[in-house]
Each structure stands twice: as structure tokens, then as C-alpha cells.
């Protein structure tokens, strides 16, 4: 994930340069306007540090590692540790090599005068836009530790509804996957041997027994490079899917397929109001609300 630098006024007219993680600058450009700054510049910027390029930017922070976190993170609130030294504890205890170099870089942040939200939001490739905007909320209200404890039940909420889907898809999944299997054996074995014994015999077969031997026989001659077709096509929609049109049209194409299309979009549905209503729980404006929840 790239790091800019960038010079922006903050909302309270502050001159302020920082550095930020984002997938593009345009990206990043729009989430700083969004919160209410006035972008004077964005520049391309090295790595924080080797670890950090090579190791955590690359890879989300697990829910478990970050439902933990938190846990650990409102207790230290709510027994009255200050910020710096609740991170502290949190890094001394370790855990997940990633995270923790990511929180150290948090932490110094923080402890360098920034603002806890502004520090996570850096990471904007790990931290989402909602939590970034649940620890603003927090700050403003001057209750963190209320604002930690709705988004913890909301991640397990979250968590508990993603079990219930992924439950849900295994049967249809195996049972897809079986037909699929059984289908590929009759085209490539099953008809392939029937048809051989009766061109032995000299029986004339029908037109379409005739034209069902003839395609099986053409995936068999040409299985290789069928094969080598499909690598492509799932590699190209993983790249696809890496940008916003493609990513947007695959989503599209998700909710059209049957039985998991439907189960696809309640399960959005179900988050997006549940992330809503967590929102403006948070004493976060309306229109901010829906912009951060429609991020989700």
C-alpha cells in the first residue's frame, strides 16, 4: 500500500503535514475533504519503516486480533489509563508481530501530540473508515470508552452474522461443487467410453448423442488450455476486483446469482443498517453517518 505526505488545513485552520496510507492519491484526497480539510498537497513518501512496508501493509489486521484489541484497549480506558500508556501495555504484552508494529507507530503519534483518530487514520488500508470515524466520535463526546464499546459489539454482531452466512453457503457450495465434479466425469469419461464402444459396434448414433460425443471430445483434446482459461479469468477478476469499477461491477454481478445473491444482499443490508445505527448512536451527523456507513 502506498504513503503519501501530504499538506492540508485541518478544520479548526491549521497547517498540518502528515503521512497517510491510501490505495491512490484520489482516494486519499476524497477522505481528507470528506472529513472537513483543505488539501494543499499530496506527494508519494517512503515506507514508515521496512517492517511495516513488507509486513502489515500488506495484510488486513484479523478480526479476532482486532476485537481483542479493543477489548483490551476499553478496559485500559475505562480503569483511567491514559491513551500513551494503555497502548503501551496493549504493545508490551505483544501478540501479533504486524499489529504491533503498527500500533508502536500509533503510539508514538499520539504520544507526538495527535490525535487518536487522525493517528489511526493513516492506516486507512487496515482501520476502516468507521473506526476511524467511532474514535472521533469518542473524542468529541469525551467518552472513548462508550464509543469502544459500541463498535465492539458491533464487530461480534458483524462477526456472528458472517458465521451465520458462511454456514448457510456450505451446503449449497459442497452440493455445487459434487455436480460439478460428477458432470466434468460423464463429459470427459463416461460418454466418451460409451461412444467408443458403439462406433466399435457400427451403431449409428442420433444427431445429438452424436453432437454431445463430439463436444466432449473437443474438452478432452483441448482440457489443458480450458484450464489455463479459467487460471486467467480468476486471476483476471482478482485484479478486477482490486479496482473500483471492477471491484463495483463484480459486486453487481454477485447479487445476480442465484440463491447466494439474495443471501448476499441481506446480509449487506443487514450491516449497512446495523453500521447506520451504531453511527448516529455515536452523535455522528446524518449525512456523515450514511457516507461512513456506505464505506463499510
Known amino acids: 500500500m502506498p504513503s503519501y505526505r501530504c499538506k492540508m ?29 483543505f488539501v494543499l498537497d499530496i506527494s508519494r513518501a517512503e515506507p514508515v519503516s521496512e517492517v511495516l512496508r513488507f509486513g502489515a501493509i500488506k495484510r488486513p489486521v484479523k478480526t479476532k486480533d482486532f476485537l481483542t484489541f479493543n477489548q483490551e484497549f476499553l478496559v485500559l480506558v475505562k480503569a483511567g489509563l491514559p491513551i500513551v500508556s494503555a497502548l503501551d501495555a496493549i504493545i508490551e504484552k505483544g501478540g501479533n508481530a504486524d499489529f504491533v508494529e503498527i500500533l508502536k507507530e500509533i503510539r508514538n503519534d499520539v504520544a507526538g501530540g495527535e490525535a487518536l483518530s487522525t493517528a489511526f487514520s493513516r492506516f486507512r488500508h487496515i482501520f476502516s473508515g468507521l473506526y476511524v470515524a467511532t474514535l472521533r466520535a469518542g473524542e468529541k463526546s469525551g467518552n472513548l470508552a462508550s464509543a469502544l464499546s459500541r463498535h465492539i459489539q458491533y464487530l461480534k454482531k458483524v462477526e456472528e452474522i458472517r458465521k451465520k452466512v458462511v454456514t448457510a453457503s456450505v451446503y449449497p457450495v459442497i452440493l455445487t461443487m459434487v455436480s460439478l465434479f460428477a ?81 448476499y444482499l441481506h446480509y449487506y443490508i443487514s450491516r449497512f443498517a446495523r453500521t447506520l445505527a451504531m453511527v448516529l448512536g455515536g452523535g455522528i451527523p446524518l449525512l456523515e453517518a450514511v457516507k461512513t456507513a456506505t464505506g463499510t
Not at 486519499?28 to 480539510?37: A, S, V
Request: hydrophobic residues 45%; proline residues 4%; glycine residues 8%.
Open 9 to 37: 488545513t485541518t478544520p479548526e485552520g491549521k497547517v498540518v503535514q502528515r503521512r497517510f496510507f491510501a490505495s491512490s492519491k484520489a482516494a486519499l484526497k476524497e477522505e481528507l475533504e470528506r472529513e472537513g480539510n
Open 183 to 263: 458432470l466434468i466425469f460423464l463429459l470427459t469419461y463416461v460418454v466418451p467410453t460409451f461412444a467408443r464402444t458403439y462406433f466399435e459396434a457400427g451403431t449409428k448414433l442420433p444427431a445429438l448423442t452424436l453432437a454431445l460425443v463430439h463436444f466432449t471430445t473437443g474438452i478432452r483434446e483441448n482440457l489443458v488450455i480450458i484450464m489455463a482459461g479459467v487460471g486467467l479469468v480468476i486471476i483476471g477478476a482478482f485484479y478486477l476486483s482490486r479496482t473500483e469499477s471492477g471491484a463495483l461491477f463484480l459486486n453487481k454481478s454477485k447479487l445476480k446469482i442465484p440463491f447466494f445473491g439474495q443471501l
